[in-house]
């Protein structure tokens, strides 16, 4: 390799890492911006795992900035004085909807409408719907066709 391809590849490297420091600065940035444009109090959904209940109440807006990606989050006290936390930043890692028995009811009310044809579990929920339908389409053919003078044929 020659002096003239070496100094190319390091340019090429340099001007990478370059694009992905813009790129990981840009994303702090936007991070920063979350968590300042989020109000300082807001009236949200709590879960308290030393209740063990779900609750609603104002949470104060807090952050952690020990990290280079700063950390937000709402603090607010269950109705017995335990203090409990709900993320700005990072909802992804929020244990609420882990753990929220509300969140988990709903999940299960609602798990049932989104469910597809090619689910397994679709046949045991839809199925005698399907079924059913079906039955009362035939039934009502077979009640026309009696009507008609005409026999169904199998």
Not at 10 to 27: G, H, L, P
Not at 81 to 102: A, E, L, M
């Amino acid at each position: 390799m020659n002096r003239l391809d070496r100094l190319n590849r390091i340019v090429d490297y340099n001007s990478e890492q370059r694009e992905r420091e813009k790129a990981e600065e840009e994303r702090l940035y936007a991070r920063q911006r979350e968590i300042d444009e989020a109000p300082d109090t807001k009236l949200t959904d709590f879960f308290c795992e030393r209740c063990d209940r779900d609750f609603e109440a104002i949470g104060f807006k807090g952050t952690i900035t020990c990290y280079p990606e700063h950390i937000a989050f709402y603090e607010a006290k269950c109705p017995k004085g335990h203090w409990t936390r709900r993320r700005i930043t990072d909802q992804q890692n929020d244990p609420y909807f882990c753990k929220s028995k509300v969140l988990a009811r709903e999940r299960a009310e609602m798990g049932d409408a989104l469910l597809q044809p090619d689910d397994p579990r679709f046949d045991s929920v839809y199925g005698w719907k399907l079924r059913k339908r079906e039955s009362d389409r035939l039934a009502e053919l077979e009640r026309r066709e009696w009507e008609d003078g005409r026999k169904l044929t199998k």
